[in-house]
């Protein structure tokens, strides 16, 4: 479903995005992400399964550093469709996890932080920050189960 221009023009009326807000989302992104997978920071190059509590999680390393992890985590929920697929980018010191490219219909995710593209990255870090909630929601109730 794509959203038209004439309906993000009236949110963009109503709404002003800001650097701090994306800000904001990437650290608590970055908590949920780290409260899932702890390891993050010493994980190998390559795929993963995550298959822990339920959640069929891939996550692929694409590059690790000593400040940054470069990751693509992928939510499979059957063997063709892999949706959400989101390229990520923690950054270890500052505590910050950005959203780099999500495979979506609905959210466009560029590398601008100006309008509107800032809005577009802040709805789309948004979706992430509850796909992770999510997760994290389900991770909890099988273990309390």
């Not at 949110?11 to 800000?23: D, G, T, V």
């Not at 989302?25 to 993050?40: A, M, V």
């Not at 780099?100 to 948004?126: C, E, G, M, T, W």
């Not at 992770?132 to 389900?138: M, P, T, V």
Request: proline share 3%; with cysteine.
């Amino acid at each position: 479903m794509q959203v038209s221009i004439a309906y993000r023009q009236q949110q963009w009326l109503k709404y002003k995005p800001s650097i701090s807000e994306l800000m904001q989302i990437g650290e608590d992104n970055y908590l949920l992400i780290r409260r899932l997978i702890s390891d993050l920071k010493q994980l190998p190059l390559g795929k993963i399964a995550l298959n822990q509590h339920q959640i069929p999680l891939e996550l692929t390393i694409l590059e690790q550093t000593k400040y940054t992890t470069l990751f693509i985590l992928t939510h499979r929920i059957n063997k063709t469709s892999q949706v959400p697929n989101a390229k990520l980018r923690a950054f270890h010191d500052a505590h910050q996890l950005e959203l780099l490219h999500l495979d979506s219909q609905v959210y466009k995710v560029n590398d601008q932080y100006h309008a509107p593209a800032l809005f577009d990255k802040i709805q789309a870090s948004r979706f992430i920050n509850r796909w992770l909630h999510y997760c994290e929601q389900i991770t909890q109730e099988s273990i309390n189960k």
